[in-house]
């Protein structure tokens, strides 16, 4: 069964830097959409980075732009998730969702993402 596992969350200092994955076999050639979202403690669920597979139009939160990076290795079916200066703010829950939407206007939309992996959790203290 086709399934999306992320990896590479941990603890880093702020200021410091992370890179996530997300191995996506069978999402990558299919997707139009695969993208990161995060979960804060008591927070909802909030879209990160949209990369669109067809053009390469990504998408960030404005709260990320400039400091993380979404790509994908479509040759490891993989896609990454480039953290740089990273703050406490940045702390939580990471999932990797496929089979998104084919329209930029709902790249942090949820609910258009068909599928999800377990999450990695991403600790980042001051």
């Known amino acids: 069964q086709e399934r999306l596992v992320e990896s590479g969350g941990g603890s880093v200092q702020a200021g410091g830097s992370l890179r996530l994955s997300c191995a996506a076999a069978?999402?990558?050639?299919?997707?139009?959409?695969l993208a990161w979202f995060r979960q804060a403690p008591g927070k909802t669920r909030e879209g990160v980075a949209t990369?669109?597979?067809?053009?390469?139009?990504?998408y960030y939160a404005d709260s990320v732009e400039g400091r993380f990076t979404i790509y994908l290795d479509k040759a490891k079916s993989t896609l990454y998730l480039q953290m740089s200066s990273l703050a406490p703010e940045d702390t939580g829950m990471y999932y990797c969702a496929a089979d998104g939407p084919t329209y930029g206007s709902k790249w942090n939309w949820e609910n258009e993402f068909k599928a999800w992996g377990q999450g990695t959790q991403v600790t980042v203290f001051s």
């Open positions: 069978g999402f990558t050639d299919r997707s139009y959409s």
């Open positions: 990369l669109y597979t067809l053009g390469g139009t990504t």
